[in-house]
């Protein structure tokens, strides 16, 4: 039987609103105003703000510590936690460490392969993967227990989330692995960033067809374009992205100074166009290093005022 978690994020989604969540990547060093600088940007316009964990396999902040920051604001953290780095007895601490300091979302994923990042040297851990993870956190949370057996005192609870990359090759291997997310226990799915809106919609139906979408929320992710030279980036250099040809070449008939603006629009667009799709619960905005345009984009798309729910 599921445990009802105090999860803001969750009551929003359960209660039929369109969620908005965005997120925060840790500093490279030890002073907290890097998180609470960007917190305060957007902390009006989301319902809740991930904090990456070590993301690109690149060493920050740690992603409890920086929830905590966020938590003490007064804020709603989302936990993301990676398996690349810790056996299960430190995923199963850390869990527990959020909880004592009531965060009630976790995003469980695998991590980016540590050659992306400064300590190419580093060793693999994944001793869980992100589907086992999803199965221990509600595992915690459900039974109580730890995963060797014995009982907890105070279960986390926790609203449980996992990504999504409907574009990742082989596009065939998208659906059955959302659904082995579904059959471990997740409840909510952020997407990998969207551009080809066809395809997703092509993900969302399959997952549909399967009955995958009556059993998670899924919070579409959208990621505004700064110039051409970034829509090129992301199109070429990117793996698991697909940004169309006519994005490309809008951005790169649009004036340098202009640009920016541009990204904007086209990302309040693809808002606008996603509300209309089944499946789509809501919009995790990821304005990377762009925090500060997060409320025109949640404003214009007619998300602002974010509900309120008890």
């Known amino acids: 039987m599921k445990v009802k ?8 989604l359960a209660a039929g609103h369109y969620a908005v969540t965005s997120e925060v990547g840790p500093p490279r060093g030890s002073d907290p105003e890097n998180i609470t600088k960007k917190a305060e940007m957007i902390k009006d316009y989301v319902d809740a703000i991930n904090v990456t964990d070590n993301q690109t396999s690149v060493t920050r902040m740690c992603s409890l510590a920086a929830c905590i920051r966020l938590k003490l604001m007064g804020l709603e953290p989302v936990l993301q936690m990676v398996t690349r780095d810790r056996n299960r007895i430190a995923l199963q601490s850390d869990i527990l460490g959020a909880a004592s300091y009531d965060i009630h979302n976790i995003l469980c994923l695998s991590g980016d392969h540590q ?8 060793q693999n851990v994944h001793d869980l993967d992100s589907m086992q993870l999803i199965q221990t956190a509600r595992y915690m949370r459900d039974e109580g227990k730890f995963l060797g057996g014995g009982d907890i005192g105070r279960p986390p609870n ?3 989330g996992a990504a999504a990359n409907p574009f990742a090759d082989p596009f065939e291997i998208r659906v059955p692995r959302l659904a082995k997310k579904v059959a471990a226990g997740v409840e909510f ?8 809106m066809e395809k997703f919609e092509l993900w969302l139906k399959m997952s549909g067809d ?9 919070l579409a992710g959208v990621t505004p374009f700064k110039s051409a030279g970034m829509a090129r980036y992301m199109k070429n250099r990117v793996p698991g992205i697909e940004v169309p040809d006519e994005l490309v070449k809008r951005m790169a008939d649009t004036p340098k100074e202009k640009q920016p603006e541009e990204g904007i629009n086209i990302c309040i667009e693809q808002i606008e166009h996603l509300k209309g799709v089944e499946g789509v619960h809501g919009f995790h905005v990821m304005a990377i290093e762009w925090e500060e345009m997060v409320p025109e984009i949640v404003e214009r798309s007619g998300l602002y005022p974010r509900p309120t729910v008890e």
């Open 5 to 12: 978690t105090p999860s803001k994020l969750e009551k929003i």
């Open 115 to 122: 050659s992306f990042g400064d300590c190419a040297q580093g």
């Open 158 to 160: 926790m609203f449980v």
């Open 189 to 196: 799915i952020q997407s990998q960033c969207i551009y080809n």
């Open 210 to 218: 399967r009955g995958l979408l009556d059993n998670v929320y899924i």
